[in-house]
């Protein structure tokens, strides 16, 4: 199975800064139609996943465009321009290209 | 609007059987590949199956976990997935969701005690 590591695993933030989260995989998530099938997650308390981004980059509707995600191969980063309250979760990179799809170990997002 | 809506959670004993069932409303169901995630307490996320639409073949894939025991299908005139789960162990006590990759049920809740 294709491994997804996350980093870092806690990422306390003050209100208005920028927030990073790495994933990487295990193996190249390169599929052969060409399409790259990396996708990020934010599960906010007590809610159900919400899909953030689409194959790499592709903000899904409704999502704000402080959110952005970018990368290639194996190595992926998911980015919040600016932290709001309501961005406190876990995020979760997936990746939809090997199965069985499999997710990060999820990145605890928090207010300093 | 997309909604999914899963039932079917409880309390089994270990060895039981139990079946979710997942209604599907606001996108054409027909058309979608679906899949059930489930999440451990506490824990993280963890793909469970996934059923392709019959255009695409209607096929079933399983995580290792689950496979041999779990069972995926659908039902498309009623616009239902569904997930039969036999011979479960603890370690499948979970909040199970219903997704379509985009949209996610709310869960159901699934404890395997004695």
């Known amino acids: 199975d294709v491994v997804m590591t996350q980093s870092p695993l806690s990422l306390p933030v003050t209100l208005g800064q920028p927030a990073s989260i790495s994933c990487r995989s295990s193996?190249?998530?390169?599929?052969?139609?060409?399409?790259?099938?990396l996708n990020w997650f934010q599960q906010r308390p007590g809610q159900s996943p919400r899909r953030l981004i689409y194959?790499?980059?592709n903000r899904d509707s409704g999502v704000p465009d402080r959110f952005s995600g970018s990368g290639s191969g194996t190595d992926f980063t998911l980015k919040i321009s600016r932290v709001e309250a309501e961005d406190v979760g876990v995020y979760y990179c997936m990746q939809g290209t090997h199965w069985p799809w499999t997710f990060g170990q999820g990145t605890k997002v928090e207010i300093k | 609007e997309v909604q999914l809506v899963e039932s079917g959670g409880g309390l089994v004993k270990p060895g039981g059987s139990l079946r979710l069932s997942c209604a599907a409303s606001?996108?054409?169901?027909?058309?979608?590949?679906m899949s059930w995630v489930r999440q451990a307490p506490g824990k993280g996320l963890e793909w469970v199956g996934r059923i392709k639409s019959k255009t695409d073949g209607g096929t079933t894939d399983y995580a290792a976990p689950v496979k041999g025991r779990f069972t995926i299908s659908r039902d498309d005139s009623k616009n239902t997935l569904s997930l039969q789960m036999n011979s479960l162990k603890t370690e499948d006590a979970a909040v199970y969701y219903c997704?379509?990759?985009?949209?996610w049920g709310q869960g159901t809740l699934v404890t395997v005690s004695s």
């Open positions: 606001g996108f054409t169901f027909t058309k979608a590949w």
């Open positions: 997704s379509t990759g985009v949209s």
């Open positions: 193996q190249s998530l390169v599929y052969s139609d060409g399409n790259t099938y």
């Open positions: 194959k790499v980059s």
